[in-house]
Nanobody, 113 residues
Framework: QVQLVESGGGLVQPGGSLRLSCAAS????????MGWYRQAPGKQRELVAS???????NYADSVKGRFTISRDNAKNTVYLQMNSLKPEDTAVYYC???????WGQGTQVSVSS
């Protein structure tokens, strides 16, 4: 079983930046695909970005050019650097692995002046 713990959320003004971290433990393997989803109030959970080891990243159109996903396999950690944040980026952000499927508990990101 894989455990995921997110950190780095918070309140930021429009145009600001945040970096989310997700540390994996348990039966995690470095070849697992890792990624980030988000869920805003009243909306469905959506994929933000995903990254396989040694592969290129995939991004939602709404975050391309503003968000960057990266990973440190030595630390079993995936990051999401979020720049030029907008109010519509406000959501709970969840870390996820594929194969097996595991989810973190979520971290709140709020973008407001």
């Amino acid at each position: 079983q894989v455990q995921l713990v997110e950190s780095g959320g918070g309140l930021v003004q429009p145009g600001g930046s945040l970096r989310l971290s997700c540390a994996a433990s348990g039966s995690f393997r470095s070849f697992y695909v890792m990624g980030w989803y988000r869920q805003a109030p009243g909306k469905q959970r959506e994929l933000v970005a995903s990254l396989a080891s040694g592969s290129s990243a995939n991004y939602a159109d709404s975050v391309k050019g503003r968000f960057t996903i990266s990973r440190d396999n030595a630390k079993n950690t995936v990051y999401l650097q979020m720049n030029s944040l907008k109010p519509e980026d406000t959501a709970v952000y969840y870390c996820r692995t594929w194969g097996p499927e595991s989810w973190g508990q979520g971290t709140q990101v709020s973008v407001s002046s």
